[in-house]
Structure formats: C-alpha cells, structure tokens
C-alpha cells in the first residue's frame, strides 16, 4: 500500500492510494478502500508526529564540575564564577560530546563530528558547576538511561584569549560523556539525577575525574577533568566498544520499528474490516427497510430501487461540506426520497417540489440548468457541488442523465 509523502496532504493520497488498494485486492471495493487509505494517511502522521516529539531530549540540572585540587589545580567558587562569567560572553558554544579525543570520526572524516547536545544555562549552586544539556539525541538519551554513560567531564580554556586581546581566566569548552573510563572525583552526581529531574528514571551515584591538558590555541591551555589511567590500552579499542554498542541499540531499535509496523497493519487491518461491517449494515438497512417502506407508501417504484441502492452505495459513509455546511449526502438522499409525493411520475414534482425529469429536455441540459440553479440560489458553492446536489436530490434525473 502506498506511504503518504512528506507535504502531501489528505486529499491527495486518497485519490492516488485508493485506485492502488482496489488494483491490488486490499479493498474488496471504492468505500473500504476509502477506508483503508483514510486510517493509513491517519496512522502514518499520528507515528511521525510521535517520532518528532521523542527525537532529542533536554537534561537539566546535570552537575560538570566543582571545587577542589584536581591534579594539582586548585579550583574555588570565584572560578566557578569565573566559568559562569564567561559563559554566553566569550565567544565558546560548548557542545557536548563522547569523551575527550579531539580526533572523533564518526563518518571516516576527520572532523566535523557532529555535537551530541549543547551545554546551556550554566550556574554555579553552592561548590558545584551545574547546566542543562539540550538538544540531546534520542539514542544518546537511551544510552544514558541504560547506564552506558553514568558520568561525565568538563573540558576548560585556562586564560582563553579573544581576538580582541581580552584574556578570560577560565571558560568552558565542553562536557564530554564517559563511559568506561574511570572516574577519579565523588563529589558530582551520577547522569540519572539529570535524568530524574527531566521526568526519567535515576541513578544516584555521583563522579567526577582527574585533568590532562593540551594546548588550545589562544595562548592558553586546555583542563580536560578525565581520569586516564587506561588510555595506553588504545583509543582504538573504545572507539569500537562504542560503534558495537551503538550498533547494537540500532539493531534494537529496527527490531522495536518492525513490531510496531507489525501491530499497526493489524490495527489498519482492523479498523478496515470494522469499517466494512458498518458499511454492509448500513447498505443491508437502506436495502430492506427505507426501500421497503417506500415502495409501501407509493414513492419508489420496483423499477428504480435498483438504480436507487447504487446511488445510495456510492455516496459513501461520512459528512461532507457543502455551502459552508457540514451534511451527509445519504441523509439528504433519504430525505429527499422520504418527501417525494405517491406515485412520482417522471414530468412531475418530487422532492420538496423539484423535478426529477423536467418532461422531454435532454438529461444533460437539465443537469446543467438544475447544477447553476442550486449555485445561484447559494445552496453550492461550485458547480462540483451543485453536482453533488443532483445526484443526492434529483435521482431520476441523474440516473437519466449518467445512462446517456
């Protein structure tokens, strides 16, 4: 069955899925293939809509940094200030990222790695440096939730300089995520604290690192608080534990995104033969009762009940809009049959006074002449809906009409 393309509205995949559904042998006719394609246009918008909501998360109140000695260096709540100064002032995003290789390859490139969350709202509470980590992709999201990622590092420029020459004293980089690598600090919480306070599950368990430092251009040196006791074992080697897990919540992921396409086409499926059973009893309803007592009370003749069921069948279940009014047509051709007088005969009044016939005038001309009258009289909007109007209205005329 055919998937709605992006843009596309309503309208326009029903009249391309329908012709497919009835070619194929999914819709046994024009009313289930309506709604068929009606509850896949329906169901494909309701999962990208959800897929929109849940495709980056935002953490707040993560703790990257605090007071105390880290390898030597002596941070105090004036530097965390200093930090929280410089923030949104110095001209540094701080993105956060996966550990603190500057060579990160994610597509064989050799930068451009793409920031997994910006680092935002940065403050100092109390002895610690806290922020909100925004715009933090789904899987990343899940990693986190699934302890792949507990703790986390803060990289800083000591004595960053502007091309302007203002030299700032201390300036965050980034945050980066650890995984396997080891902790040094206690004294910052664990990542599911962040996820607790953003409507996740939690964990308690709080780390901080231990500093390396590089050079970062601007005359000053890079802090990157990271313990790395195990970087001799190869970057290598995490680099790839990192792929295969990645690679393996994918996996995961696909197989969620089958079971789910699975349940839905079961539910179309449903909602199709739902659909159709409505559809039958309304048709079984209209054939053995309303024509019934028509035929008892003089308005419908054995002749036409045929031409009048296929009429019926063809107007399809539903309201439509018409003159800025919201009707259904089968309701208006009940009605208009319900009002005809006994023993119509063609040439005369049928319902609420209109002809079903208009004596010898062709078909053509008449169904032109009745479809501007109902425009003009306000009654339609559009020649296509006078249209409609004979149809529901005027069924002798447009059987007469449509038979040539």
Same mark, same amino acid.
């Given at each position: ?7 596309? &509205? ?9 012709? !497919?559904? !009835? ?11 309506? #709604? ?23 953490? $707040?109140?993560?703790? +990257?940094?605090?007071?105390?000695? *880290?390898?030597? %260096? ?7 200030? #200093? ?50 980590? #925004? ?5 990343? #999201?899940?990693? +986190? ?8 590092? /803060?990289?800083?420029? *000591? ?18 995520? =650890? ?43 890079? $802090? ?22 990645? &690679? ?8 969620? $995104? ?8 079961? /539910? +179309? ?10 559809? %039958?009893?309304?048709?079984? &309803? ?5 024509? +019934?007592? =028509? ?14 069921? !296929? ?13 800025? $009014? ?33 004596? %010898? ?6 169904? %032109? ?9 306000? &009654? ?8 409609? =109007?004979?149809? !529901?209205?005027?069924?002798?005329? *447009? ?6």
């Amino acid at each position: 069955m055919p998937t709605p393309q992006t843009g596309e &509205q309503k309208d326009d995949y029903m009249k391309r899925c329908i012709p !497919i559904v !009835i070619k194929d042998g999914t819709a046994k006719g024009n009313d289930q293939a309506v #709604a068929i394609c009606s509850s896949m246009y329906d169901s494909h918008h309701k999962k990208m809509t959800e897929e929109t909501k849940t495709f980056a998360r935002t953490l $707040k109140g993560v703790d +990257i940094f605090a007071t105390g000695t *880290w390898n030597g %260096d002596k941070y105090s709540e004036g530097d965390l200030d #200093a930090i929280v100064e410089a923030y949104g002032k110095a001209p540094v995003k701080p993105p956060v990222k996966l550990g603190h290789d500057e060579a990160q390859k994610w597509f064989g490139q050799k930068d451009g790695a793409p920031a997994l969350g910006w680092v935002e709202n940065v403050r100092r509470v109390g002895s610690k440096l806290v922020a909100d980590f #925004a715009g933090v992709p789904e899987i990343i #999201a899940r990693l +986190i939730e699934n302890k792949n990622y507990r703790t986390k590092s /803060a990289e800083i420029f *000591w004595n960053f300089k502007e091309p302007s020459g203002k030299v700032w004293p201390r300036v965050l980089k980034a945050v980066s995520l =650890l995984g396997a690598d080891m902790p040094a600090v206690s004294s910052l919480n664990d990542l599911h604290t962040a996820l607790l306070t953003s409507n996740y599950s939690s964990d308690t368990t709080g780390h901080a690192s231990w500093p390396t430092a590089e050079t970062n251009g601007n005359g000053g040196a890079v $802090k990157c608080y990271e313990y790395a006791a195990n970087q001799d074992h190869g970057g290598n080697m995490e680099t790839r534990k990192y792929e295969e897990m990645i &690679q393996s919540l994918e996996a995961k992921l696909e197989t969620e $995104k089958s079971l789910r396409e699975q349940m839905e086409t079961r /539910a +179309i499926k449903a909602e199709s033969a739902i659909a159709t059973r409505d559809e %039958d009893f309304a048709i079984k &309803q209209f054939r053995e009762q309303t024509l +019934i007592n =028509l035929k008892k009370e003089g308005k419908v003749t054995p002749a036409e009940e045929e031409s009048l069921l !296929i009429t019926f069948s063809s107007l399809g279940p539903g309201n439509r809009k018409y003159a800025d $009014k919201e009707v259904n047509p089968r309701e208006l051709f009940v009605k208009s049959l319900t009002e005809r007088k006994p023993a119509v005969r063609f040439g005369e009044g049928g319902a609420g006074g209109e002809d079903n016939s208009e004596g %010898d005038a062709p078909a053509s001309v008449e169904v %032109d002449r009745r479809i501007r009258k109902f425009v003009d009289d306000g &009654q339609a909007k559009t020649y296509a809906e006078g249209k409609e =109007l004979v149809k !529901i209205r005027l069924p002798q005329l *447009w059987e007469r009409y449509i038979r040539g």
